[in-house]
């Protein structure tokens, strides 16, 4: 096992999760400075969602420099938004969406925007799932201001808006606290190095202080892979300290892989807790 990891322990930013919102238009309420209405709103959805603790406010609004600041706090969180009427303009974003296993039709929308918020989760959590279910439901929450979708840049993927309407039900939220949900809360990603050859990866994993998983395959093996994945992910999560290299773990019969570094196409697969390649050993 290998010490807990910390990424960017010696730089760390003043907020510990980071997604951006993507809107059709910059939503009226900022227009018309309807912060009440708004509270009033989205207090009821995220009550149609589940009970709240502790109630919704609206803070700190203004407009600087072209810019929408507002502070939103609900329970024990506290959300950072900074937002912008113009479509965000960056390379990380645009990879997200590239990446996510949304049809095409979905990922086209959510290029198709008109305006954004960063949202930078400053609250009292420290469970990282807790702090990304925060931020699912907000969006869910916002979706009838004209929200497309949610990116995550971190995690290589994106949410659509009737996605993230599904996902924050109760019954989903409980399932995912259960078992930590790859290909939502963290990003399964294809790198295809030919027609048919993919290095399977995750991002993700450092928001838990561990590290993401490779494995080359081909693109039909994606299912499996993907089932792979989750167990590995929730394996990791739940083991005492990270995986190391040199490492091996058993999942079960023919599932026992050996821990190798990242020798190839490092600029993709490495992550900000580093990134573990499995390969299959023989469990004899």
Not at 78 to 86: D, H, P, S, V, Y
Not at 171 to 178: I, K, Q
Not at 214 to 242: L, V
């Amino acid at each position: 096992m290998a010490a807990p990891c910390i990424p960017g322990e010696d730089d760390q930013p003043p907020y510990s999760l980071a997604q951006v919102l993507l809107f059709a238009t910059m939503p009226a309420f900022v227009e018309a400075g309807d912060e009440a209405g708004l509270r009033a709103r989205v207090a009821a959805r995220l009550e149609a969602q589940a009970p709240l603790v502790s109630s919704l406010q609206i803070s700190a609004v203004v407009e600087q420099d072209g810019q929408i600041h507002a502070l939103i706090s609900f329970d024990r969180h506290q959300l950072r938004l900074i937002g912008f009427a113009e479509q965000v303009d960056d390379e990380a974003v645009g990879r997200a969406i590239d990446c996510s296993h949304w049809q095409e039709s979905q990922k086209q929308s959510l290029r198709d925007h008109g305006a954004h918020f960063v949202c930078f989760y400053l609250g009292e959590h420290e469970d990282p799932g807790e702090q990304i279910i925060a931020m699912h439901r907000l969006a869910a929450a916002l979706i009838p201001e004209s929200l497309l979708g949610l990116v995550d840049p971190e995690a290589w993927n994106c949410i659509p808006a009737p996605v993230l309407t599904d996902i924050v039900r109760a019954e989903s939220l409980n399932t995912f606290r259960e078992g930590l949900p790859v290909g939502l809360w963290i990003g399964f990603v294809k790198m295809f190095v030919s027609e048919t050859d993919v290095w399977f990866c995750t991002k993700g994993m450092h928001r838990w202080g561990r590290p993401d998983f490779a494995m080359p395959g081909s693109n039909d093996q994606s299912r499996e892979m993907a089932d792979r994945f989750y167990a590995f992910c929730n394996y990791a999560i739940a083991a005492p300290e990270p995986l190391a290299v040199g490492e091996t773990a058993d999942l079960g019969p023919g599932e026992r892989f050996m821990f190798d570094p990242v020798a190839e196409y490092a600029q993709y697969l490495d992550s900000p807790c580093g990134t573990l390649v499995m390969r299959p050993v023989d469990p004899d």
